[in-house]
């Protein structure tokens, strides 16, 4: 059974850090891809990194590009979400989410169809 389960979320004040963990299991983490997602009130769920299979290809939305970065540790059958410089517009429930292909492109990033199973999310909020 494919279980995926955040972790990390909280307040932060704006020009903070945190780093988001996405436990998973049920399967082979490294072949497929994995995918931040984020969802703010009143707002589409958005695409905010993928990571590919094991070429471990990245790939970030224009809002997050230098600031966040995306990594896997198989051992421990995790990826992260390193969020760096956090503005206020980057609170949102963020989640992580196993493609049904290896690699991102092929997933549809930034878009969510190609995503097959979702975790329930943690809640950033970057207030001051």
């Known amino acids: 059974q494919v279980q995926l389960v955040e972790s990390g979320g909280g307040l932060v004040q704006p020009g903070g850090s945190l780093r988001l963990s996405c436990a998973a299991s049920g399967f082979t983490l490294d072949a497929y891809a994995i995918g931040w997602f984020r969802q703010a009130p009143g707002k589409e769920r958005e695409g905010v990194s993928c990571?590919?299979?094991?070429?471990?290809?990245?790939d970030y939305a224009d809002s997050v590009k230098g600031r966040f970065t995306i990594a896997r540790d198989n051992a421990k059958n995790t990826v992260y979400l390193q969020m760096n410089s956090l503005k206020r517009e980057d609170t949102a429930v963020y989640y992580c989410?196993?493609?049904?292909?290896?690699?991102?492109?092929?997933?549809?990033?930034?878009?969510?169809?190609?995503?097959?199973?979702w975790g329930k999310g943690t809640l950033v909020t970057v207030s001051s």
């Open positions: 989410a196993k493609s049904r292909y290896y690699l991102c492109s092929g997933s549809g990033f930034p878009t969510p169809g190609g995503m097959d199973n």
């Open positions: 990571i590919s299979g094991s070429v471990g290809d990245a």
